[in-house]
């Protein structure tokens, strides 16, 4: 089973900073296989990156994904208020899916 | 856009069997390249994922909850479905249905969610 670990664990900034979320894997993951999640409070997650860097439909292109084989980082280059949630990454196994634990970006 | 709704009882005993309905509008859950999920998330925790099943019925269960976890397929209701038998309290978590796209070697994704379902645990 393939273990995402991501980091930090909650992220503390403010409005218009930078945001980077780092997703790393136990052993190497096919870029095609790995996407990224946005939750807020109460809701299910959004789909906003898919094979590493593809960003979905609608998604704003301060949203930026990148890396490869067991390190991948998802970038928001200005955090908009909207913006502040839980991240997850997420990869294809073999036989099975498995998620990062999350990072939450939360208001300083 | 298709849409994804979650059903079933929010209160299940221990011991007991959890069931839950997924009813799928919008589109076809017999289209090509759909996989269709379920996945949890115990409170303040991350998300899991429980397993799939394909409109012609082969399944994927995650390894943890193999032995208790059945995913089946209604395709004249357009619905699938989720049991978990044995149910303790530490499967208390908000249940997901959820739309596995993987439709090319780029487009591996989760893209559509249905609004999630709190299922407790408790006698």
């Known amino acids: 089973e393939i273990v995402l670990t991501q980091s930090p664990g909650t992220l503390s900034l403010s409005p218009g900073e930078r945001a980077t979320l780092s997703c790393r894997a136990s052993q190497s993951v096919s870029s095609n296989f790995l996407a990224w999640y946005q939750q807020k409070p109460g809701q299910a997650p959004r789909l906003l990156i898919y094979?590493?860097?593809g960003r979905a439909t609608g998604i704003p292109d301060r949203f930026r994904g990148s890396g490869s084989g067991t390190d991948f980082t998802l970038t928001i280059s200005r955090l908009e208020p909207e913006d502040f949630a839980v991240y997850y990454c997420?990869?294809?196994?073999?036989?099975?899916?498995?998620f990062g634990g999350g990072t939450k970006v939360e208001i300083k | 856009q298709v849409q994804l709704q979650e059903s079933g009882p929010r209160l299940v005993k221990p011991s007991q069997t959890l069931s839950l309905t997924c009813s799928v509008s919008g589109g076809s859950i017999r289209s090509h390249g759909y996989y269709w999920t379920w996945i949890r998330q115990l409170p303040g925790k991350g998300l899991e994922w429980i397993g799939y099943i394909y409109y012609n019925g082969s399944t994927s269960y995650t390894p943890s909850l193999k032995s208790r976890v059945s995913i089946s397929v209604d395709t004249s209701k357009n619905q699938f479905s989720l049991n978990l038998t044995s149910v303790t309290a530490a499967d208390t978590a908000v249940y997901y249905c959820?739309?596995?796209?993987?439709?090319?070697?780029?487009?591996?994704?989760?893209?559509?969610w249905g609004q999630g379902t709190l299922v407790t645990v408790s006698s």
């Open positions: 094979a590493a860097s």
């Open positions: 997420q990869q294809y196994g073999a036989s099975f899916v498995t």
């Open positions: 959820a739309r596995d796209t993987r439709l090319s070697a780029y487009q591996y994704f989760f893209d559509s």
